[in-house]
Every structure is written in structure tokens, then in C-alpha cells.
């Protein structure tokens, strides 16, 4: 990739940074977020950048969408056109008052709907399914598990 970006002329403004274990650092060094990807899972690295307060612009594809909504939480192109994902970079980088209600509302959201507290109450409403199901009967108000704290 190196050799790559040398021979296109951006080796000077293109960094490869290798491992981190805190990507905190990273994070606040960015002035946007881009996820091109042409299909996704839910990527964590754009839960991340919600948390973080990173303004996004991301390809319009099924996992993206299950995080952000387009124009609330970040701005969504569709996947395999580069120019109207260089609209989407050059839009946030032009409207820094967009930017901040992006997200501020996509903090919000991550808070929200995918904190670690969300998500294993979530894991654990599966699990009481799952065992209602089976036919074992579960206390109104029983813990599966202890209270979850954030990490």
C-alpha cells in the first residue's frame, strides 16, 4: 500500500498507522469519518465515531443503516460513487454547523440504542425468550444477570 500511494503522489498525505489499543487518540484527530464500504455488518468503527463525535459520511448500505439515519446522524451516498461520497466530505467540511448537529445527534443515539448496558439487556431478553420458549418459567422481574455497568 505504501509503494501504492507513492506511485498515485499522495504518499505525503497518506498515513498508515499500524495497531492501536486506544483508538481515542485517532479519533480526535479526525475531521470526518468515511465508510465506503459496498456492504456492511453493523460496523463498530462507525458506532465509534457516534461516540466520539466524529461527523460521518458513509455508503447507504444494510448495516450503515441499521446505526444512522441520513441527515440525522450522519450523511449517507450511495456505495460505488466516489464523487458523491467527495460531496459528502466536502459537504460536512464546508458546514461545520451540520457537522456539529450530526453529531451531536449521532452521540446521543449511540448513547442511547447501542451502550453496552443496551445491548446486554438486549442479549438477555434473547436468552428469556429463548427459555420461555423451552418451557421454563421465569419470575416477573428476575435477573438473568447482574445490573450492567458501562465499561
Excluded: W
Excluded at 33 to 60: F, K, Q
Excluded at 63 to 86: F, Q
Excluded at 130 to 151: D, F, S, T
Aim: charged content about 25%.
Amino acid at each position: 500500500m505504501i509503494k501504492r500511494t507513492a506511485a498515485l503522489g499522495i504518499g505525503n498525505r497518506v498515513k498508515f498507522l499500524g495497531h492501536f489499543h486506544d483508538v481515542r487518540k485517532v479519533y480526535e484527530l479526525i475531521d470526518v469519518y468515511v465508510l465506503s464500504s459496498t456492504r456492511e455488518g453493523l460496523p463498530n468503527t462507525i458506532l465509534e465515531a457516534m461516540a466520539m463525535r466524529v461527523p460521518i459520511v458513509a455508503t447507504d448500505v444494510d448495516g450503515v443503516k441499521e446505526a444512522v439515519t441520513d441527515r440525522k446522524e450522519a450523511l449517507l451516498v450511495p456505495p460505488r460513487n466516489p464523487s458523491a461520497l467527495a460531496n459528502g466530505i466536502l459537504t460536512i467540511l464546508d458546514n461545520p454547523r451540520l457537522a456539529t448537529e450530526l453529531t451531536v445527534a449521532a452521540r446521543a443515539k449511540v448513547e442511547e440504542e447501542f451502550s453496552f448496558a443496551t445491548r446486554m439487556r438486549r442479549i438477555e431478553n434473547i436468552y428469556r425468550s429463548v427459555m420461555q420458549q423451552a418451557g421454563h418459567k421465569i419470575n416477573e422481574g428476575q435477573e438473568c444477570a447482574r445490573e450492567y455497568q458501562e465499561i
